[in-house]
């Protein structure tokens, strides 16, 4: 047990120096979108911060609902981003990086979660820019120690559902210290 406890607290710590090194996150506050309205998915971020893990749930784009608690047994990684936000699209070569390290890998899942909700456009744009990173967009409301009022927004999970972290603003995912916290996540039970 004391083991777990030394290694959960190196993963945390690990994040922690990442974030100390982050970019600067692209505010949601007052962004509307172009027909000058908020989004439908922007309303579906959970100002309540009871919603549990278990009751998160995304669609893909063959309209599959995907729900954390179908997860565990898997590290998850959670992106939350937009094609309007320039620290998202920063971010994305090295996040389509780091999942292409871990292909064939069934211990790890990616969601890359367009919060405006706009399907196509997204995929418009990972096959634009050869990302071959899955889409999928709120089905339920996003509790707001998920996502608060800032995107890129990323949460890793370990394989119980428990959040290990939560990473405001743009950053490079493929550096060493992400791929060792997560090769030690994927390793623990």
Not at 13 to 21: N, Q
Not at 48 to 59: G, L, R
Not at 128 to 155: C, E, H, M, W
């Amino acid at each position: 047990m004391k083991i777990q406890t030394n290694i959960r607290a190196r993963i945390v710590s690990t994040f922690v120096m990442v974030v100390c090194f982050s970019f600067v996150a692209c505010s949601q506050q007052g962004k509307e979108n172009q027909s000058g309205s908020t989004s439908e998915a922007e309303e579906r971020v959970s100002e309540n911060t009871e919603t549990s893990k278990s009751d998160v749930v995304f669609t893909n784009e063959n309209g599959d609902a995907v729900s954390l608690q179908s997860l565990k047994g898997k590290v998850v990684f959670i992106n939350f981003w937009a094609t309007w936000c320039p620290p998202c699209i920063h971010e994305m070569p090295s996040i389509a990086q780091l999942k292409e390290r871990y292909k064939g890998n069934s211990n790890i899942i990616f969601l890359m979660v367009d919060v405006d909700g706009k399907m196509e456009k997204s995929k418009a744009f990972m096959k634009k820019n050869n990302y071959d990173l899955q889409i999928y967009i709120p089905k339920s409301s996003i509790p707001t120690n998920f996502l608060g009022r800032a995107i890129p927004t990323t949460v890793i999970l370990d394989k119980n559902g428990d959040m290990i972290t939560r990473l405001e603003g743009g950053r490079d995912y493929s550096s060493p210290e992400i791929t060792q916290a997560l090769d030690e996540l994927i390793e623990s039970n």
